[in-house]
């Protein structure tokens, strides 16, 4: 049973645990905004897929004292940000967390995170068996460009 699917390749190998065993969740292109010093959550990005259809319904890091997936969506005209207890993933249907719209939220953090760290995260799947799993990511941390502390304050029309 081929766990790495053509899609993320052989440089995704060493994200799952457990070979054949692991849950059935690509992880493509993982990244986490770089923080400044007293900066204590940022945001971590991803692509996911499943062939078979998941649900991720939790995720952890040792970078951070809590780990939450949230959502930006419009309420009323604005933009709000709400954590989801769980996140499909469904067969087919690749997921896009991305800055302005599902992320995971590294809260509490434990140090500053620059360009160039790796942040471990570890992604809770429960299948269609109601089994969880775990699927273990490493996230590269961008660096901060001057730019970015402005593009996360003011509001995104579309």
């Known amino acids: 049973m081929h766990i790495i699917h053509k899609l993320t390749g052989l440089a995704l190998a060493g994200l799952f ?3 054949a065993a692991a849950a059935d969740l690509d992880v493509k292109d993982p990244w986490v905004r770089g923080t400044v010093p007293a900066q204590k959550v940022t945001g971590a990005f991803m692509q996911l897929s499943s062939q078979g259809g998941v649900t991720v319904v939790g995720a ?7 780990v939450e997936i949230h959502e930006m969506a419009m309420d009323g005209g604005v933009m709000k ?13 690749p997921v896009e967390l991305k800055p302005g719209s599902y992320h995971v939220m590294l809260i509490d953090l434990k ?8 942040v471990p995260i570890t992604l809770k799947v429960e299948g ?9 990511v490493k996230a590269a941390v961008r660096a901060l460009t001057a730019a970015a502390p402005m593009e996360h304050d003011h509001k995104h029309m579309h």
């Not at 952890?60 to 809590?66: K, L, Q």
């Not at 940000?81 to 249907?93: F, H, I, N, S, Y």
């Open 111 to 118: 140090k500053p995170l620059a360009a160039g760290e790796v």
């Open 60 to 66: 952890a890091s040792p970078a951070a004292g809590v």
């Open 17 to 19: 645990i457990g070979g």
């Open 128 to 136: 269609k068996d109601k089994k969880v799993e775990t699927v273990e």
């Open 81 to 93: 940000m709400r954590a989801v207890p769980r996140l499909d993933v469904q067969p087919g249907k």
